[in-house]
C-alpha cells in the first residue's frame, strides 16, 4: 500500500502527512491537530492557512506572538495556536 493511499482525503486536505516522518511537527492550531515542516514560522503557517495577507493575532502556547516575531519565530512539536482574525465594524 502506498503511503499517499493511506492518508484519508481529509488528512490531505488538511495537509497531514505532507511532511516526512522525520521534518514532520504536530501543532494544535484553533484545536485542529496539522503537522507541518520542521523550521515552520509563524509567517509560513499563516501563508499556508490562506492568512498571509490578513490582520490576525497569533497566540502560542497562551502567549501572545506579535506580529514582528512572526517571521522569526519557528513552530516547536506539541505547540497550540489560536489565530483570531480582526473584524471591522463601524
Known amino acids: ?16 502527512g505532507a511532511a ?7 501543532v494544535t492550531i484553533n484545536g485542529e491537530r496539522r503537522v507541518v515542516d520542521s523550521g ?3 509567517t509560513e503557517l499563516l501563508v499556508q492557512l490562506g492568512l498571509g495577507d490578513r490582520r490576525v493575532a497569533v497566540e502560542r502556547n497562551r502567549e501572545v506572538v506579535p506580529r514582528a516575531e512572526h517571521a ?3 513552530l516547536s ?12 465594524g463601524g
Open 40 to 42: 515552520t514560522t509563524v
Open 77 to 88: 512539536d506539541g505547540d497550540t495556536l489560536e489565530v483570531v482574525g480582526f473584524v471591522g
Open 20 to 26: 516526512t516522518a522525520a521534518s514532520a511537527l504536530a
Open 1 to 16: 500500500m502506498s503511503e499517499s493511499s493511506s492518508r484519508s482525503p481529509e488528512s490531505e486536505r488538511r495537509g497531514e
Open 72 to 74: 522569526s519565530t519557528t
